[in-house]
């Protein structure tokens, strides 16, 4: 089993950044796929990243490649997001999440979350 918590969210202006970060504790992190996910109120969690477990392969949203970043460093067990040139569309709860498997884009197969961290951009 592993832990994650999320950290780093806030209230930015459109067109600033932030950078997440999700630490995890418990089993060895580097055999999971990890992922990042958000849920605005009133919608459905949707993928924003994912990066596989050595970091060499990633994958993105269409709404936020070009301007979002996932990274992770497996000595410090933790992944981030590097989130730029934000948009008010981009307002939502953030989720990490680890997935045993690999199936980067699809929320419903991964194994642990992180209780989230708000992100909000105004305009």
């Known amino acids: 089993q592993v832990q994650l918590v999320e950290s780093g969210g806030g209230l930015v202006q459109a067109g600033e950044s932030l950078r997440l970060s999700c630490a995890a504790s418990g089993r060895t992190f580097g055999i999971y796929t990890m992922g990042w996910f958000r849920q605005a109120p009133g919608k459905e969690r949707e993928f924003v990243a994912a990066?596989?477990?050595?970091?060499?392969?990633?994958y993105y949203a269409d709404s936020v490649k070009g301007r979002f970043t996932i990274s992770r460093d497996n000595a410090k067990n933790t992944l981030y997001l590097q989130m730029n040139s934000l948009k008010p569309e981009d307002t939502a709860v953030y989720y990490c999440?680890?997935?045993?498997?690999?199936?980067?884009?699809?929320?419903?197969?991964?194994?642990?979350w992180g209780q989230g961290t708000q992100v909000t951009v105004s305009s």
């Open positions: 990066i596989t477990q050595s970091g060499g392969s990633k």
């Open positions: 999440a680890a997935d045993l498997g690999f199936s980067p884009s699809n929320w419903r197969m991964y194994n642990y």
